[in-house]
Every structure is written in structure tokens, then in C-alpha cells.
């Protein structure tokens, strides 16, 4: 009889994960890994030369809403992991839940995937040893594409030449190549707020650091005057509520702690803070208050080969300026060349998403599955990850199906996010529900201490795990978390954007009696 397989290209957290869950679920397949770097980790490998972390990189959101299901963080893990904690979290992961039990095919690269023409289904991968240089194929019957979608650097639509002065923030390790530079930094997004943080510290050796940025951001604190994090006193139904209500929480956050960025000239952002980036730095504040930095509101029209830079400034008029290196932080374009064409998905829509059911496949096609493909906000992306990987083993061993595209309401058909492969709660409860892991009405409200640790606990894996038979155990875990990490302060909150919403009712009322 044949034996069924399935291929994991990529060895990072998402490849991982399916693996874990496949074999977790006894899904009855021999399960193939494909990974080019000669260990698990992905892009928290900080040797890897494109695309992976900086010498610098520390987690901008906490291990409490990082931490993967079944798999707690070692005692002693600082809120904010730096990479290398990480990759060792990521490593001890794989080694528990997946090592011994897969082929594994590391320092392996992808050639190419197409569909088994021999047979009605399947698919024949073509793949290369790095080290011997040997090419084979194999025939497999699920392929799971798990490579994320960091490993292309993108650059704007404008003729850079080839030179030494032009770099991207996907090759970026530390500052001493840059040492005695004046350096621009083009973007303003969590790598280039990394990339700032790092030219212009305390002890650093750049003549100046300089960034451009067209869009702006919203900074927002990234842990509470009490050294809270803030990701962890953030409740639940916030994530849920009108963007109208969120934006106006998150700005009087931010404002509360920064007081108007327009004071220390960081333009916000064109949009509102529920609906774009967010990005939670006190260094980089405090680096452009002192002065270390400096900020051009506007975009980049013009390089030459050296270095002279043709700016166009948000009031329409134009500037030069000479600089001795530039950064690009402009994140990446999704490559997935080794997918046949008709394999491939699009991204061709006006915000840049796949054009995937669930982010995930195509409608009616459970054999070619996509993990990764999303950027989150309020939370990490390894919860999505988690749940995402869950709901693919479960169609693989018949416990779930696809449901049809019209009966799931897309994240993306009622809320519209700047930038690319934005989700929300919404997207994620959606899988949670499909993986049997989000709770019933009815159980919540049998148990008033379970709703509240539910709604106005953090965001954390033990909330989506109160209606299994370890559920007193996560709900104990869900109240631990708030009670030590900000329980308090979740109650400030509700009585913050219930006072809000009931204040803005009252305004609205009084505006159209007095109209």
C-alpha cells in the first residue's frame, strides 16, 4: 500500500508547528521537512544573511500572548524575549514535539513543486542537498507551504543604482558598517525603528542618523508606567469593539504617554490607529526628542550612485541632501517562484493579500496549504500560527472541513487595514471556532468567573482553551496572568471605553436635539 506524505517547506515556527500538530493529531502520513538553514529557527536564526533577525532584535510584544499552545516559556524569560531566547524556545519546541519523528531535509533547497500529473492528485517536488549538490524528487500528497513571507527585500519603483551606499534592512546585522556614516533610513516601520534604535544608541559611531517616512506611524506604549506590558492588560473585547472606539483608546494612550508626536515631529499616520501600523518604541521617542535623530516628513524620488538623495517634502516642495549610506526598511515582497504558476497564489488585490480561503487555500483544495501568510495586531503572530496549523492538520485527518467562502465573513470584507496581510480578532476567533478551541456562549455564562477571564483577561493561548478538559487549568492559567500582569488595570480599562461610549452617545444626542 502506498504511503501517504506530506511536505513542510520551511523549518521556522510555522513549519514546526504543522509538524507538531500533524503528529499530534495522529494524522496517518510520513511527514517530510524542507529546510535550507542547517537548523530549525527561521528568521530568528540571526546567521542568517537574508531575511533573519538583527543583532539587536528584542520582541516587541510579550512571551504571555508569544507562548505556543502546550509548550510554556522557561522559567526566568524576561516580558520581551531577546531573539536568541526565541530561537532556543523555537529549537526546544522542535525537539520536544518533533525531532526523531520526521524526515528531516535541512540544508535542503526547494527547486521547484508542480501537481503529479501520473496520478489525480498530488504533487512531485524537486528539491537540491546543499551540501552534496545532488538533485532528487519525490512524490508527496499534501504539500503544507510554511516559508512566511520575509525573504524577498522590496524596494520602491525608483532606478537605484547598483552600489555599496544602498542597502536593506533584510541584510542589516548591526551598526559597524556604518560606523562614522551619516546614514538615512528610509520607512518608519518596526525594522526601521530597530535599525534607528541601533545607528544612534548610546555608544554609537554614525555622524548622524537621519529618517524619511511618507505614511508616519503611531507610537504606542509597549509597556504601562508599571513596567506592565501592555499587550497583556489589553482585554479581549477591546479587539472586538468599533474601530471609532478603539482609535480613540489607543490615541489617548499614546498621547498620555508621549504626549503629541507632532511635538517632537513624527507625523502620524495617515490613517487611523486601528486601522495601520502601530509600533511600540520608547527608545526610538526618546532618541528623536534629544535630537539624535532627525525626521524628513515625506518620500524619496531620486538616488544617485553617491548618495545624493532628491526628496519630495509633504508640502509639495523638494529637497537634496547627500547622505554616505541608505537603508531601505521596506519590507518584503512574497516570493514563491518554486510553486508552479497555477500553484501560486495572487496578491494582486489593492491591499496586497493572497488571494487565499482563509488565508490559507484555495476554495475547494485542501492539499496545497499556505501557514503564514497574515500580519497581526494587539497579539503575536504565533497564536494565528498555532490555530492555523491546527485547523490544516484537522482537514487532513477528516475531523474539519472547509467551510464555503460566502458563510465566513472575512476580516478583510468589513475592516479595511493599510498595509498588506492585516488581520484582526475577528480572523482569528473565525479559527479558533473551526478548531473546536473557541468557548460557548452558553459555557461562558454559566460561569461568571469564566466570561470575565474570557472578555477582559489578555489575550493569551489559555482563553481559547476554557471549554477543553484542561479548561479549569486555563482558566486558573487566564486568571493568574491578569491578577499578576494587570487585572487592575483590564478593569480601568472597561470602565475607560464604557464611559467613552456612553459619553459619545450623550454628545451625539445633545448635537441632534440642539440641531
Same mark, same amino acid.
Given at each position: !500500500?502506498?504511503?501517504?506524505?506530506?511536505?513542510? /517547506?520551511?523549518?521556522?515556527?510555522?513549519?514546526?508547528?504543522?509538524?507538531?500538530?500533524?503528529?499530534?493529531?495522529?494524522?496517518?502520513?510520513?511527514?517530510?521537512?524542507?529546510?535550507?538553514?542547517?537548523?530549525?529557527?527561521?528568521?530568528?536564526?540571526?546567521?542568517?544573511?537574508?531575511?533573519?533577525? !538583527?543583532?539587536?532584535?528584542?520582541?516587541?510584544?510579550?512571551?504571555?500572548? !508569544?507562548?505556543?499552545?502546550?509548550?510554556?516559556?522557561?522559567?526566568?524569560?524576561?516580558?520581551?524575549?531577546?531573539?536568541?531566547?526565541?530561537?532556543?524556545?523555537?529549537?526546544?519546541?522542535?525537539?520536544?514535539?518533533?525531532?526523531?519523528?520526521?524526515?528531516?531535509?535541512?540544508?535542503?533547497?526547494?527547486?521547484?513543486?508542480?501537481?503529479?500529473?501520473?496520478?489525480?492528485?498530488?504533487?512531485?517536488?524537486?528539491?537540491? +542537498?546543499?551540501?552534496?549538490?545532488?538533485?532528487?524528487? !519525490?512524490?508527496?500528497?499534501?504539500? &503544507?507551504?510554511?516559508?512566511?513571507?520575509?525573504?524577498?527585500?522590496?524596494?520602491?519603483?525608483?532606478? &537605484?543604482?547598483?552600489?555599496?551606499? /544602498?542597502?536593506?534592512?533584510?541584510?542589516?546585522?548591526?551598526?559597524?558598517?556604518?560606523?562614522?556614516?551619516?546614514?538615512?533610513?528610509?520607512?518608519?516601520?518596526?525594522?526601521?525603528?530597530?535599525?534607528?534604535?541601533?545607528?544612534?544608541?548610546?555608544?554609537?559611531?554614525?555622524?548622524?542618523?537621519?529618517?524619511?517616512?511618507?505614511?508616519?506611524?503611531?507610537?504606542?506604549?509597549?509597556?504601562?508606567?508599571?513596567?506592565?506590558?501592555?499587550?497583556?492588560?489589553?482585554?479581549?473585547?477591546?479587539?472586538?469593539?468599533?474601530?471609532? /472606539?478603539?482609535?480613540?483608546?489607543?490615541?489617548?494612550?499614546?498621547?498620555?504617554?508621549?504626549?503629541?508626536?507632532?511635538?517632537?515631529?513624527?507625523?502620524?499616520?495617515?490613517?487611523?490607529?486601528?486601522?495601520?501600523?502601530?509600533?511600540?518604541?520608547?527608545?526610538?521617542?526618546?532618541?528623536?526628542?534629544?535630537?539624535?535623530?532627525?525626521?524628513?516628513?515625506?518620500?524619496?524620488?531620486?538616488?544617485?550612485?553617491?548618495?545624493?538623495?532628491?526628496?519630495?517634502?509633504?508640502?509639495?516642495?523638494?529637497?537634496?541632501?547627500?547622505?554616505?549610506?541608505? &537603508?531601505?526598511?521596506?519590507?518584503?515582497?512574497?516570493?514563491?517562484?518554486?510553486?508552479?504558476?497555477?500553484?501560486?497564489?495572487?496578491?494582486?488585490?489593492?491591499?496586497?493579500?493572497? +488571494?487565499?480561503?482563509?488565508?490559507?487555500?484555495?476554495?475547494?483544495?485542501?492539499?496545497?496549504?499556505?501557514?503564514?501568510?497574515?500580519?497581526?495586531?494587539?497579539?503575536?503572530?504565533?497564536?494565528?500560527?498555532?490555530?492555523?496549523?491546527?485547523?490544516?492538520?484537522?482537514?487532513?485527518?477528516?475531523?474539519?472541513?472547509?467551510?464555503?467562502?460566502?458563510?465566513?465573513?472575512?476580516?478583510?470584507?468589513?475592516?479595511?487595514?493599510?498595509?498588506?496581510?492585516?488581520?484582526?480578532?475577528?480572523?482569528? +476567533?473565525?479559527?479558533?471556532?473551526?478548531?473546536?478551541?473557541?468557548?460557548?456562549?452558553?459555557?461562558?455564562?454559566?460561569?461568571?468567573?469564566?466570561?470575565?477571564?474570557?472578555?477582559?483577561?489578555?489575550?493569551?493561548?489559555?482563553?481559547?482553551?476554557?471549554?477543553?478538559?484542561?479548561?479549569?487549568?486555563?482558566?486558573?492559567?487566564?486568571?493568574?496572568?491578569?491578577?499578576?500582569?494587570?487585572?487592575?488595570?483590564?478593569?480601568?480599562?472597561?470602565?475607560?471605553?464604557?464611559?467613552?461610549?456612553?459619553?459619545?452617545?450623550?454628545?451625539?444626542?445633545?448635537?441632534?436635539?440642539?440641531?
Amino acid at each position: !500500500m502506498k504511503t501517504h506524505k506530506t511536505a513542510i /517547506i520551511g523549518g521556522g515556527v510555522s513549519g514546526t508547528v504543522q509538524a507538531k500538530w500533524l503528529l499530534q493529531l495522529e494524522v496517518q502520513t510520513e511527514i517530510h521537512i524542507f529546510e535550507k538553514d542547517p537548523h530549525p529557527g527561521g528568521v530568528w536564526d540571526v546567521s542568517r544573511t537574508v531575511g533573519g533577525v !538583527m543583532d539587536c532584535t528584542v520582541c516587541n510584544v510579550s512571551k504571555y500572548v !508569544m507562548e505556543l499552545t502546550d509548550f510554556p516559556w522557561p522559567k526566568g524569560t524576561p516580558d520581551f524575549p531577546h531573539h536568541s531566547a526565541v530561537l532556543s524556545y523555537i529549537r526546544q519546541y522542535y525537539n520536544h514535539f518533533v525531532k526523531g519523528k520526521v524526515q528531516e531535509h535541512f540544508q535542503t533547497l526547494v527547486l521547484s513543486v508542480s501537481k503529479d500529473q501520473t496520478t489525480k492528485g498530488g504533487f512531485i517536488i524537486k528539491y537540491k +542537498d546543499l551540501v552534496t549538490e545532488e538533485v532528487s524528487q !519525490m512524490s508527496v500528497d499534501r504539500v &503544507i507551504v510554511a516559508n512566511g513571507h520575509s525573504n524577498v527585500p522590496h524596494f520602491p519603483p525608483l532606478s &537605484i543604482p547598483p552600489t555599496d551606499v /544602498i542597502s536593506h534592512s533584510a541584510t542589516y546585522k548591526n551598526s559597524l558598517p556604518f560606523s562614522g556614516k551619516s546614514v538615512l533610513v528610509v520607512g518608519l516601520s518596526f525594522s526601521a525603528v530597530d535599525v534607528v534604535v541601533d545607528l544612534a544608541r548610546d555608544g554609537g559611531e554614525c555622524e548622524s542618523v537621519t529618517v524619511v517616512t511618507r505614511n508616519g506611524t503611531w507610537f504606542v506604549p509597549k509597556t504601562k508606567p508599571s513596567g506592565i506590558p501592555s499587550d497583556v492588560t489589553l482585554p479581549r473585547f477591546f479587539t472586538h469593539l468599533p474601530h471609532s /472606539i478603539q482609535n480613540w483608546v489607543i490615541k489617548a494612550a499614546a498621547n498620555l504617554t508621549y504626549f503629541s508626536q507632532r511635538s517632537w515631529e513624527v507625523p502620524n499616520a495617515n490613517c487611523q490607529p486601528a486601522e495601520g501600523s502601530m509600533v511600540a518604541s520608547q527608545p526610538f521617542v526618546d532618541l528623536v526628542r534629544s535630537g539624535k535623530v532627525g525626521i524628513i516628513h515625506g518620500s524619496v524620488e531620486d538616488i544617485t550612485q553617491n548618495g545624493n538623495v532628491v526628496f519630495t517634502l509633504a508640502d509639495g516642495t523638494t529637497s537634496r541632501s547627500r547622505f554616505d549610506r541608505i &537603508i531601505f526598511c521596506t519590507g518584503f515582497s512574497t516570493n514563491f517562484e518554486f510553486l508552479d504558476r497555477e500553484l501560486r497564489p495572487s496578491f494582486g488585490d489593492d491591499h496586497g493579500r493572497p +488571494d487565499l480561503h482563509l488565508q490559507m487555500f484555495k476554495p475547494d483544495q485542501d492539499d496545497l496549504v499556505f501557514i503564514g501568510l497574515f500580519n497581526v495586531r494587539y497579539t503575536s503572530p504565533f497564536q494565528v500560527i498555532d490555530l492555523q496549523c491546527q485547523y490544516a492538520a484537522k482537514l487532513a485527518n477528516k475531523t474539519a472541513t472547509i467551510p464555503p467562502v460566502q458563510s465566513v465573513q472575512s476580516t478583510h470584507d468589513s475592516r479595511t487595514f493599510r498595509g498588506s496581510l492585516f488581520t484582526s480578532s475577528d480572523y482569528r +476567533d473565525t479559527l479558533a471556532g473551526l478548531c473546536g478551541r473557541l468557548p460557548t456562549t452558553s459555557s461562558l455564562l454559566r460561569s461568571p468567573r469564566r466570561w470575565a477571564a474570557y472578555h477582559v483577561g489578555p489575550i493569551t493561548w489559555a482563553g481559547y482553551n476554557l471549554d477543553r478538559q484542561d479548561g479549569r487549568e486555563s482558566l486558573e492559567q487566564v486568571c493568574q496572568v491578569a491578577r499578576g500582569r494587570g487585572w487592575f488595570d483590564n478593569a480601568v480599562a472597561v470602565v475607560v471605553v464604557v464611559g467613552a461610549a456612553l459619553l459619545g452617545t450623550c454628545l451625539q444626542v445633545c448635537s441632534r436635539r440642539a440641531g
